[in-house]
Nanobody, 127 residues
């Protein structure tokens, strides 16, 4: 059984940066595609960025492209989301999810079909 824990959220000013971590325990992440999703107040959860098991393929929502970078360190069982040039509209609870060898474009397009979810970390972009 895989457990996912997100960390790194907090309060940041517009234009600032944060790095989120998604750390797994209970099993290796080596075979899992990992996605970052977010849910803003009053909105549905949406895919932000996904990465395949090897880390060689990544996918980004248009709203975060060129600002966010997803990466993984399988030796540390951790996936990262580097968030730069943060905007007010990036405020949300950010969740990571894992799915075994899942196509990352499909993974990022829907919240359905993932095997495991973390409990989320809050990112607030405010003055």
């Amino acid at each position: 059984q895989l457990q996912l824990v997100e960390s790194g959220g907090g309060l940041v000013q517009p234009g600032g940066s944060l790095r989120l971590s998604c750390t797994a325990s209970g099993s290796t992440l080596d075979y899992y595609s990992i996605g970052w999703f977010r849910q803003a107040p009053g909105k549905e959860r949406e895919g932000v960025s996904c990465i395949n098991s090897s880390g060689r393929d990544t996918n980004y929502a248009d709203s975060v492209k060129d600002r966010f970078i997803i990466s993984r360190d399988n030796a540390k069982n951790t996936v990262y989301l580097q968030m730069n040039s943060l905007k007010f509209e990036d405020t949300a609870v950010y969740y990571c999810a894992a799915a075994l060898y899942r196509n990352i474009r499909t993974m990022c397009a829907t919240t359905r079909g993932n095997d495991y979810w973390g409990k989320g970390t809050l990112v607030t972009v405010s003055l």
